[in-house]
């Protein structure tokens, strides 16, 4: 009896050498429609179960991007099996209910009995339970963090370390103070925890410099801050709002970018707890069409962030550098400035990210437009009013009246009027306005020099900018008045008399489809 006993109990506690190993398996975790997907590079850790001399661990990594992991390990004599635990946990970061790194939300992978055969265990993550969600917001942080590593493609800036997210806090507003706090019932909302590590993106690139405090889609911050901090809070709010829902168009294939997960992967930002959405291709929100305020406003910051980054796809949208390419061209900008304690300081402004793309010496005029006709459809360049194809200027008769929308929240107060070749390959005439208008005459030396010009086709752009207060409180340099924010160009056409019109207003007319605003 005595040598059966010894038999079974050396069954159950292994072998009496070291045992030799190769775990495998797959992990899944699941949205909150029920959809499974593969936990890229999670952190997972083998468990050696032996009563004898204690249970430790034998081997640890990451699964891969498919969730599939395979660890060799060794067990020690006496072991009865051994177990998988799966931490959410990747190289974006660690998801914890406090955000320390102690307290990193788990799941229990599975477990195998030494006299089990099959070292294969697959686990699959449920959506009903703290831990079970963490791994929702694990994958979406690793999305933001692909992007984050693209944007520094052939850069010695390091790649983003590691931060850690903490979930669920109170309030409904998520928040990064150098963690990402994530509210509950927003676990599952990818893009408001893109959005917050996008905040640390930025804050290591450096690509904000914002004051903080209360921001609304839709509406301008520099009324309620002063025109300084304001574009500071529009611009590192809507770069947030752009780079979380940019990342999860870069690299899908690549990236193994899980397919189907709610609210995921669209053109649309979505915020489940506050119970809007905004999308950033289109005009349309949940409060209604809305195009933004301008300059201090997130939702016109990252609506023309995604038109310069996405393709040519529309009418006001001939612009197409790849949002991985924007974000490069971003974090390479680089601004004299006094106050900083290197002389030098990134993108604070969407005005910042306009001095950069039209004040480069590469610049033509149909670049200028036509990135001013992505500023003017979202609100911040001025918006021309005139149609002079339909209603040609006639050098035979007065001087002509230019009008436009100030836009920008109103803020726009300082005006120019380029007149443009029409093929946009010269600036003809600048006309500068002497005072804060939205509509202005020719004086008679303008008119003069404007009906010199030979009879035929041309185009016009109003450029225009806030720049009798500056963006710090104080007038800005001569140098910087140069760099308005141009319109999109539209047709203007001389004629000698009225019957000369019909065959000139068609040809600016399809000039003006083109170059123009929208389409409509």
Known sequence: MTSRIAVVLALVAGTATASAVTVTGNVKWTDSAGGT?????????????????????????????????????????????????????????????????????????????????????????????????????????????????????????????????????????PYFNGILNIVAGGENDWDTAMHEYSHYLSSLDPLDNEPGGPHTWGTSNIPGLGKGPGMRLGWGEGFANWAGIAAQHHDPVGGHTPAGVPNVGDTRYDDTVQGFWVNLETRAASWGNDDGQGEGDELSVCRILWDLGDAANEGYDRVALGHDM????????????????????????????????????????????????????????????DDFVTTPIMVTGGAPTFSWLRQNNGEN????????????????????????????????????????????????????????????????????????????????????????????????????????????
């Open 37 to 173: 997907h593969n936990a890229r590079r999670v952190r997972y850790v083998v468990i050696e179960e032996n009563p004898i001399l204690g249970s430790v661990v034998a081997g640890a990594g990451r699964t891969d991007l498919d969730g599939n992991y395979s660890e060799a390990v060794t067990f020690r004599p006496g072991y009865t099996g051994y177990a998988v635990i799966v931490l959410a946990d990747n190289d974006a970061g660690f998801v914890a209910s406090d955000g320390t790194a102690a307290n990193t939300y788990s799941i229990f992978g599975g477990f195998r009995h030494v006299l089990d055969p099959s070292t294969h265990i697959d686990t699959t993550i449920d959506n009903g339970t703290p831990n079970g969600r963490a791994f929702s917001i694990a994958d979406a942080m690793y999305t933001s963090w692909r992007f984050g590593l693209s944007g520094r493609a052939a850069d010695p800036t390091p790649a983003p370390a590691p931060v850690a997210c903490a979930y669920p806090v109170a309030g409904t507003v």
């Open 326 to 385: 924007l974000y490069r061209r971003l974090r390479a900008v680089s601004i004299a400035d006094a106050s900083s304690p290197s002389g030098f300081r990134g993108v604070e402004t969407l005005h910042d990210v306009w001095m950069d793309l039209a004040g480069g010496a590469t610049i033509t005029i149909a670049g200028l437009v036509d990135m001013g006709a992505i500023f003017e459809q979202h609100k911040v360049s001025p918006s021309p009013l």
């Open 413 to 520: 107060d300082t005006f120019e009027i380029k007149i443009l070749a029409g093929d946009l390959s010269d600036i003809l005439l600048t006309i500068t306005v002497p005072t804060s208008t939205s509509t202005y005459t020719l004086t008679d030396a303008q008119w003069d020099a404007l009906k010199a010009l030979p009879l035929g086709a041309y185009q016009y752009s109003i450029v225009g900018g806030d720049r009798l207060v500056g963006m710090f409180g104080a007038v800005r340099p001569a140098a910087d008045q140069t760099l308005g924010y141009w319109s999109g160009s539209y047709g203007l056409t001389l004629l000698p008399t009225p019957g000369a019109a019909t065959l000139l207003g068609l040809g600016m007319l399809v000039v003006r489809v083109r170059r123009g605003r929208s389409e409509a």
